[in-house]
Nanobody, 126 residues
Framework: QVQLVESGGGLVQTGGSLRLSCAAS????????MGWFRQAPGKEREFVAA????????YYADSVKGRFTISRDNAKNTVYLQMNSLKPEDTAVYYC???????????????????WGQGTQVTVAS
């Protein structure tokens, strides 16, 4: 069992930055691929980024590539999402998730994630 708690969301102006954190409970954090997803009002949840067990491999959605960076600190059981050059279309509830599957194409699909946080709101004002 893994419990995930996100933090760091808030209101920011266009072009600004935020860093989201996701703290995981349990001693097996390093055994999980970690991902970030987001859901805007009236839209389906979408993939944002994923990171492999050791942090070497990362995947990004095309919409955030070059602006967002996912990282993890296995010693602190925490995964991060650094978001720069934010745009109004980045406004959403952001969720972190843990997957016991391997890093691969399935890492972009929410159904392969076993555990989810409660989400944190990010609002980008125009």
């Amino acid at each position: 069992q893994v419990q995930l708690v996100e933090s760091g969301g808030g209101l920011v102006q266009t072009g600004g930055s935020l860093r989201l954190s996701c703290a995981a409970s349990g001693r097996t954090f390093s055994s999980y691929v970690m991902g970030w997803f987001r859901q805007a009002p009236g839209k389906e949840r979408e993939f944002v980024a994923a990171i492999s067990l050791n942090g070497v491999t990362t995947y990004y959605a095309d919409s955030v590539k070059g602006r967002f960076t996912i990282s993890r600190d296995n010693a602190k059981n925490t995964v991060y999402l650094q978001m720069n050059s934010l745009k109004p279309e980045d406004t959403a509830v952001y969720y972190c998730a843990a997957s016991s599957g391997g890093m691969g194409g399935t890492s972009r699909q929410s159904q392969w994630y076993n555990y989810w946080g409660q989400g944190t709101q990010v609002t980008v004002a125009s």
